[in-house]
């Protein structure tokens, strides 16, 4: 059982665009809610419930394992999507109409909860909040950079003799490894360091060239926005006035 509700909560997160788009309005704000609680590492934090969706999974996970001998996580959560798709509208509102009653249990309990922090813990509950909207924020603006086709920074000198190296780790700790690498960079001959600093900076140009034709591009379909502010004055001063 504990193997099956740890799978459930690992493929959560898969399915919350599809929560978002066939669950009333207070799940969206219980992601949010979900989102605090988890970030405070404490095993007195009450435990956020399942969506409609992950509960109706675990029930079936059993059935389709059976039915699926060998079937991986994503076979089993794609088969597991289109029986809930199929469900009968009332069933799939019952499983929802249960999900929100728990959300609601949760939510005071996560209140009682948050009433008995100290003014430090929710300080730092406060600061881990606000880091992880920042970083969810990044990850957006990362895939939107790359679904509109923007050129990804070529690797500095270092980076490239790191790709390069054939230095093994063996049973060095990561941070140890680094380091070698780190120390042995600082220690390779001059002609040796040139040769990856002048592999960098071709590829540098070349990048800076891509992302100009791009800027353009996305200036020419009204995406001023993802276009650096030196280039699009750059840009109206050549070709506007």
């Given at each position: ?14 399915f919350m ?23 405070i ?41 289109q ?15 249960h999900?929100q ?6 939510k ?44 990804k ?14 230095l ?24 040796e360091k ?27 379909m ?15 001063r050549?070709?506007?006035?």
């Amino acid at each position: 059982m504990a193997v099956i509700l740890a799978r459930c909560r690992a493929i959560s997160d898969v399915f919350m665009k599809h929560l978002a788009l066939t669950t009333p309005g207070p799940f969206q704000d219980a992601r949010c809610f979900i989102s605090m609680s988890q970030s405070i590492q404490s095993p007195d934090a009450p435990k956020p419930p399942p969506g409609p969706f992950v509960k109706f999974m675990h029930e079936k996970y059993s059935e389709i394992q059976k039915n699926n001998p060998g079937a991986n996580m994503h076979k089993i959560s794609k088969i597991a999507s289109q029986l809930w798709q199929e469900l009968d509208p009332e069933e799939r509102n019952a499983y929802k109409l249960h999900a929100q009653e728990e959300y609601q249990d949760y939510k005071q309990k996560y209140l009682v909860f948050l009433d008995g922090l100290s003014e430090q813990e929710k300080a730092q509950l406060h600061n881990d909040t606000r880091a992880q909207r920042a970083h969810r924020e990044r990850f957006k603006e990362k895939q939107e950079f790359r679904n509109l086709g923007k050129p990804k920074k070529p690797p500095n000198a270092f980076m490239l003799f790191v790709r390069s190296s054939r230095l093994e780790r063996g049973d060095t700790s990561m941070i140890q490894f680094n380091k070698r690498l780190a120390d042995y960079w600082h220690n390779i001959p001059k002609e040796e360091k040139e040769i990856y600093e002048e592999d960098a900076k071709v590829r540098r140009e070349q990048y800076f060239k891509e992302l100009e034709e791009w800027e353009k591009k996305m200036i020419e379909m009204r995406r001023e926005d993802v276009v650096r502010r030196k280039f699009l004055a750059k840009f109206k001063r050549t070709f506007v006035s």
